[in-house]
């Protein structure tokens, strides 16, 4: 593999020229804004959720800027080492994994506890992106091909499903399938595929945990269980309505204090955000989560190496998911998942996934040049 560039010396200023600070500068607004949400969960008091918040945003925010000026090339080099790692992470939770609420999905690494299929949702855009960057386009319909990265896509999913976390897999399947779709893989394939998800459905569906069932159900009718599987859904969408359009104020969230919110400071921190800067407040925060895609989308455009380009185009559309489902779930139109909102939500794991996308993101744009060739 050679790996040349259009002058291919950068000098540490044309590096910092390179930089895209307008990204940067989304990911501290979004990173400020989840660190007052987190300290609203815990009704201004700077307790645990907010001090751990807070060090895991600097940390792993610190990381991404380090990260960012590793060579492109180099993480095409290591694209199939990294999906092995996050594979291999995936294994070891298996045998030594922590278990919570009748999940086992942590490796404790005693500063904090790693999520792998978090860092699997990355492992498989940057594994897919390497992987048809050397594949001519008249091939990429060939069963041979076709059926690789099917495998590789499915193996992590299975792994992630078995823990249970059915919402987490189905976020890895995606980022998988909008790369496929992205390297130019005909449409015909993706109607056939949903025609035959369509027709497995009852299989599927039998096959569910009892409680993934009851989410389904939930999903359809939220009134059903009120006090039970319902509970979170319905008391989601009042502190959502009850925001308005000016929402009640920073710390005057009355669903979220008065405990009638579970899981606030994670998969529902964007109901709290909702119930306290109302609709023009959500809709600022969607709005900067646009701008961080369009820029990102914007850089893979920017980029030589077609490697670069397709991980850019595939991390905003696993990102654009991401928000998406998080934000559709707390409003009801999705059922009840493990989908946190990027850098939002509580979690070391689904951040430290978030900052090392950007920072390949980042590489992207400082090599830009980079030209990586068979």
Known sequence: MIYSTLNSNYSFVDKLKSVDYFLILLVLIIGAISVFSIYSTESGDFSFYTKNHLIRLIAFFSLFLALSFVRVSTWYRHAYIFYLFGLLLLLLVIFFGISASGSKRWINLFVFNLQPSELMKIAVIVCFARYYHRIQSVDIESYKYLLQPIILLLIPCYLVITQPDLGTAILIAGSGI?????????????????????????????????YQKSRILTFFNPERDPLGAGYQIIQSKIAIGSGGMHGKGFLQGTQSYLEFLPEKHTDFIFTLFSEEFGFIGSILLIFLYALMIYRIIKIGFSCRSFFAKLYCFGFSTALFLYVFVNIAMVVGLLPIVGAPLPIMSYGGSSMLSIMIGLSIVMSCKIYSREIISN
């Open 178 to 210: 909008a790369i496929i779709w992205l390297a130019g893989l005909n449409i015909k394939y993706f109607i056939y595929s949903g025609l035959l998800l369509l027709v497995s459905l009852p299989f599927i569906i039998s096959v569910l945990k009892p």
